[in-house]
């Protein structure tokens, strides 16, 4: 596995696309919590995360997804996630973390119902 | 006359508490073992899982980012299972004080998965008397089984 890690940001009309390359880990969810939350700051308010090329989401890195989305949500705000492969979502399903957030196919859809 | 087993083999590597070292570790670990007869999703996903979560742990909250305190890990693998055990410099912990990451009460909680996850994907997770040291196994499954059962 490439350890590639990676975050860009892109805007589709009023969201924020976050897409994660390679993996969201406990090495560098802080990086991509600080992005969110200075979007979040710039007043932002709906974000996808697309995890089309993420390969590896740990413990960490999916505590640091209900974190943002707490605190979106106390903004006012929608956080929808997208592009799960199997194995993530297995791990959202574990977890039961699949009841707590929106989770679409992928990136199209995930803006069709924002 | 049966044919001999194979013998098991081993990797044993010491790493610095350093956090960006865990995928480098986890993934020479996965490219040894795939010389078993493990299936691929549980190679990818549960062992992954595992030693990840596990190396974290030992480096987070063992060794408390103490770079001079280091965390050894001792795989064995063979045709039937992968045992790795993971084991930091730091003090220990209690196991059975974590509680259910599941639950309504704890679900918007930022850390607390990694003990369960480890628990849900691998046969066994066994810590020492101590807590300072944790031994996972994963059991090769028939075909056609679900990877995370």
Redesign the interface.
Known sequence: MEAILGFSVSREGDVTVIEVEGQLIVGNRQELKQMVLEELERGERTFVVDFDRTEYIDSSGLGVLVSLSKKIREQGGELVLAGLNEDLRTLFELTKLDTLFTITNDRAQALQGL | MSRPRPLPENVVLEIPSD??A???AV?LV?SRCETSAMES?RL??NL??GL??AL?NAM?YGNRRDPRKRVRVEVTYHAEAIVACVTDEGDGFDPQGVPD??MPET????????L??MR??LDEVVYNDLGNSVTLVLRSRSEGEE??Q
Request: charged share 35%.
């Open positions: 956090l960006g865990i995928q480098r993934d996965l999703r990818r996903l992954r899982v990840s979560e974290a987070l990451p599941t679900i918007e909680r930022e850390c607390g998965r990694g369960f996850l849900q994907l990877a995370r």
